[in-house]
């Protein structure tokens, strides 16, 4: 990613666009903050607020004319946030007293022609820049049309303090006859404006100022010129302020137009969902003059608090890191470029969930999962991935392809070898969930279409995630050979993730999900088919969320199974969020794959029915009661309970791959296999031992076979105390220890854990 | 882990002996690497035949901590 890649990505998350209260403030005051210390009733950093974007804050803030109201968002859920009500109930505390630095003077002498609003304004923000302000005006003294007001709105004395504070910044005053009209720079000064809006002063040349610059002429301004009526009064100071921006850099000799384009109000690109806010009535106020600060609050807690957040509000992931893609994409960059040091956001890069439901959710699509995905290939592209990252998923990737679990086969039978029509591949993941009913649909697909072949193995989809380019397109290729030597038949999916990645693998080939298959030519004879008692909810996974077609067929089949179910709120078909598994999430970061299987679990009270094996194993695994379609089409009578089926595991799924595998070349194709040799060395484990292996990822072919080595070698440790024993076992990457102990059939396990760091030398 | 010897190992750590030997473990000097860094940590191990301990506490505490932080660098 270079830089002007990031700043693209950047502006299409629009959560650090200014409310539209912000954006419709001529000087851009930040109501939002504002409502925020008002309701917390923090009158102090309310006053903070004003004070960083307001001229002469305790005149401004007690006759602002708040045209933010008409922008409020509030006002399409009730009434409007009175914010000028607010900012006069703050100013009628004690302004705190702030720390101002002293600016270093600059030579440039500035002659300000009339003391109005926007006369003030701008001789405030020119000797806060350390020009040499002098303001002009007649008696009875500063403040133009400002003395008119109602003393009730704005004491005298109130704007008296503010010209004493001008003073006390540097600006000069003086009593003088207008020398009107101002066609040049006067003498002694280096720039000059004109403020119309002192009715004593403000007399420009007759031509009309330059609307970007407010310039009449080389070094002469001109501002203040009334707007609507009554004039708005911090329309005013904006002009006084546009036209102070243009004299600084007039003065500083540097571009007068550059950068200027959402100097006033302007539109805002933040989008604030408010569906599902209820309306409330602006907060009445008891007494005429002003909101006392308990009213303030209830009227500042009605501020909506605008942001976008869609993405983060929907996803745990992006909640999780406690800010939005656009901070997100900075950190990635920033990560990428980092030569020394900790790359910090590889946790954030490797944790996605890849499924896009946030660039769905979002108005602009930001592309998180293309972001994350990118990064990934980059690291992998530059040896930077940690090997810890995916490895497990991979080399599960790798038993799923291997000679023991992998099978591509034309149907058995006389039309069999020499014709495959179409082609099943059920997914290693379902396979490894449910191996007996990836066995009945398969006897179902074959008694419809006799020329129906069988994959079993990986889509590839880890490699994917994993950002392995090279190992996806060998993988691709792999399966590509056995597609092209069945004779390119249509491939029939049943995981929506084999759906989603075969299309990437395998463009040129046919593909019709197994659910659309079905629900097009009927369902196979099934098992027992025990309906659920109550309805369950349908929960589409993140992968079918582009396959509307897989989504109605599934639901098809169950209504043809007679099954009544229930729609998820709001996070199902084109907005279905993932399981935590999507990415290899739960392998980067499983306790937030599991806080996002909890999370997905909980959206409604009702059972689940779904048609992916991770989302309802992952669920499965936090307490959810779920059933996949292929329990219902297939569970036997004796299965009372499906929706309680338990979450076999890695180790479980891995297994269950291999049987399934051997099971189906003996019913299937009568070879005469001998079922997988899972039970060469006979393990016994409680069940909690059991929990805590598959908690640490070490499966049981790894124990078996630690445990065969030591006792083969007599390479181990022992316990006199306790006969105990323990074996270390390092066939890859990783060292596993086992602590075991024989008995008389095989060996008890006790306990086992890992490390990746490795034993170099042993001094003596 | 820096260099020089860091204690890996616990006083409980002393109930294994060496299956090969027979002989009890005592604690050494061992060179760990991950990722092209090395350590030397002080680590139970057999002092005939050179036979060496991780106890799960090294390994799932310290010893993983480090390698996330390899991992990261």
């Known amino acids: 990613m270079d830089q002007a890649r990031l700043r693209t990505l950047e502006s299409r998350c629009i959560q650090e666009e200014p409310p539209r209260c912000r954006a419709a403030c001529p000087l851009h005051v930040d109501a939002r903050a504002l409502c925020g210390h008002v309701a917390s009733g923090e009158v102090d950093k309310a006053w903070a607020v004003l004070k960083r974007h307001m001229p002469l804050p305790s005149v401004l803030a007690r006759i602002c004319d708040q045209p933010c109201r008409a922008a409020c968002l509030r006002g399409e859920a009730g009434d409007p946030v009175r914010v000028g009500d607010l900012e006069r109930a703050v100013a009628r505390n004690p302004e705190p007293l702030t720390r101002t630095l002293p600016v ?12 109005g609003p926007s006369g003030l304004t701008a001789a405030w923000d020119l000797a806060k820049k350390g020009w040499r302000v002098t303001v002009v005006t007649t008696a009875p003294g500063p403040g133009g049309p400002l003395r008119d007001l109602p003393p009730g709105l704005l004491p005298p004395e109130v704007l008296d303090t503010e010209i004493k504070r001008l003073e006390s910044m540097g600006v000069a005053f003086r009593l003088e006859s207008p020398a009107n009209p101002l066609t040049s720079v006067p003498e002694g000064f280096d720039a000059a404006l004109v403020a119309l809006d002192d009715p004593a002063q403000g007399m420009a040349s007759s031509d009309a100022p330059e609307p970007d610059t407010l310039a009449i002429g080389e070094g002469l301004f001109a501002c203040g010129e009334p707007v609507g009526d009554p004039p708005s009064w911090v329309g005013l100071m904006a002009s006084g302020r546009k036209a102070a921006v243009s004299l600084d850099r007039f003065l500083q000799k540097v571009s007068l137009t550059a950068g200027r384009d959402r100097e006033g109000p302007f539109e805002t690109r933040l989008f604030t969902n408010i569906e599902g806010v209820e309306p409330l009535p602006e907060t009445p106020m008891a007494d005429p003059a002003g909101y006392s600060l308990d009213e303030a609050g209830a009227e500042a807690a009605r501020c909506l608090d605008c942001q976008c957040l869609e993405c983060v509000k929907a996803c745990p992931y992006l909640a999780h890191f ?41 108005p602009e699509n930001f592309p998180m999962a293309e972001t994350c995905l990118t990064a990934r290939r980059s690291m992998v592209a530059r040896s930077k991935m940690p090997p810890s990252a995916f490895e497990f998923a991979l080399e599960d990737m790798a038993q799923a392809c291997s000679d023991i679990c992998f099978l591509a086969r034309p149907a058995p039978g006389p039309d069999g070898p020499d014709r495959c029509d179409l082609l099943f591949f059920p ?3 379902l396979a490894g969930s449910a191996p007996d009913r990836v066995e009945a649909a398969y006897q179902g697909l074959l008694a419809a279409d006799g020329a129906t072949g069988l994959m079993l193995g990986c889509c590839g989809a880890p490699a994917h995630w994993a950002g392995q380019e090279a190992m996806f397109r060998d993988h691709a290729a792999m399966l590509r050979g056995h597609w092209e030597a069945m004779g390119r038949p249509t491939v029939i999916p049943a995981c929506p993730t084999c759906l989603d990645t075969l299309r990437l693998a395998l463009p040129e080939a046919a593909m ?32 079918a969320r582009r396959e509307p077609g897989m989504r109605q067929g599934a639901r098809a089949v169950l209504k043809t199974l007679g099954v009544e179910t229930l729609e998820l709120p709001r996070l199902t078909g084109e907005l279905a969020f993932c399981c935590g598994y999507g990415g290899l999430a739960h392998n980067a970061n499983p306790p937030l794959a599991d806080e996002t299987a909890r999370q997905r679990a909980a959206e409604s009270e009702a059972d689940y029915v779904t048609y992916c094996a991770m989302c309802r194993d992952r669920l499965a695994r936090v307490g959810k009661r779920v059933v ?25 799924r891995r297994e269950n791959r291999a049987l399934l595998r051997a099971r189906l070349l003996r019913t299937i194709w009568k070879e005469d296999q001998a079922m997988p040799d899972t039970e060469a060395v006979v393990l016994r484990m409680s069940p909690e031992v059991a929990a805590l292996l598959e908690q640490r990822r070490i499966m049981p072919d790894d124990v078996r076979r630690a445990v065969a080595g030591a006792e083969s070698s007599g390479r181990r440790l022992t316990d006199p105390a306790t006969g105990r024993r323990l074996a270390s076992f390092k066939p890859r990457t990783v060292t596993f220890w086992v602590e075991y102990s024989p008995l008389e059939d095989g060996f008890e396990v006790f306990n086992a854990w890992c490390h990746r760091m490795e034993i170099k030398a042993v001094p003596s | 882990m820096t260099d020089g010897a860091i204690k890996g190992y616990a006083e409980a750590d002393a109930r294994w002996t060496c299956g090969n030997c027979g002989r009890p473990l005592k604690p050494g000097p061992v060179v760990l690497t991950y990722l092209g860094s090395e350590f030397t940590v002080e680590l139970m191990r057999c002092t005939a035949c050179g036979l060496v301990l991780v106890p799960e506490d090294l390994a799932l505490g310290r010893m993983a901590e480090v390698e996330k932080l390899l991992e990261d660098k």
């Open chain 1, 628 to 652: 996949h379609v292929m329990d219902l089409l297939f569970a036997s009578p004796n299965e009372s309970d499906p929706a309680a089926r338990p979450d076999p595991g890695f180790s479980g």
């Open chain 1, 512 to 543: 019709e999900s197994l659910w659309e298959y079905w629900a097009r030519t009927g369902l196979p004879r099934g098992g027992g088919r025990p309906l659920p008692q109550a309805a369950p909810a349908v929960l589409d996974p993140c992968s």
């Open chain 1, 322 to 362: 406690q800010s939005h893609p656009k901070a997100y994409a900075r950190q990635i960059y920033n990560n990428a470029a980092i030569v020394k040091g900790h790359h910090t956001a590889n946790i954030l890069i490797n944790s996605c969930m890849l499924c896009g439901l946030c660039t769905q959710l979002c």
């Open chain 1, 104 to 115: 270093p003077p600059r030579q440039g002498r500035v002659l300000v022609a009339g003391a």
């Open chain 1, 427 to 429: 997914g290693c993941q």
